[in-house]
């Protein structure tokens, strides 16, 4: 995750950023937080397991668009309880692409 990212995702997130939140751990907390909290416009199945599916979300924040990996568990265990953890360096920044569709009726 470069410095360019991180420091447009933390105007995007917050907009007073006083300075409070410099400490790496705090950060990467802050932006799986985000990551986790906030309902993904996109979403791609990219691997599937017996207890859980690899995917890739997208969100919108603010006027960005960021793209992470993470679990859909297909069980009753939460991620953490299967030494899962948020992959913070899958975390990007994508633009949006149109793609143009014609369906023959």
């Not at 006083?18 to 705090?26: A, E, I, N, V």
């Not at 030494?83 to 975390?91: G, K, N, P, R």
Request: with cysteine; charged share 35%; proline share 1%.
């Amino acid at each position: 995750m470069n410095k360019e990212f991180l420091d447009k995702f933390m105007k995007e997130v917050v907009k007073d950023f006083d300075g409070t939140l410099t400490d790496k751990y705090k950060i990467e907390d802050l932006i799986q937080d985000v990551c986790l909290e906030t309902d993904a416009i996109y979403e791609d199945n990219y691997s599937s397991h017996r207890w859980y599916d690899a995917v890739t979300y997208v969100i919108k924040v603010g006027d960005m668009f960021v793209e992470y990996d993470h679990y859909h568990i297909t069980g009753d265990d939460h991620w953490t309880d299967m030494d899962l953890e948020f992959q913070i360096e899958s975390v990007r920044e994508v633009f949006p692409k149109e793609i143009k569709t014609i369906i023959y009726v």
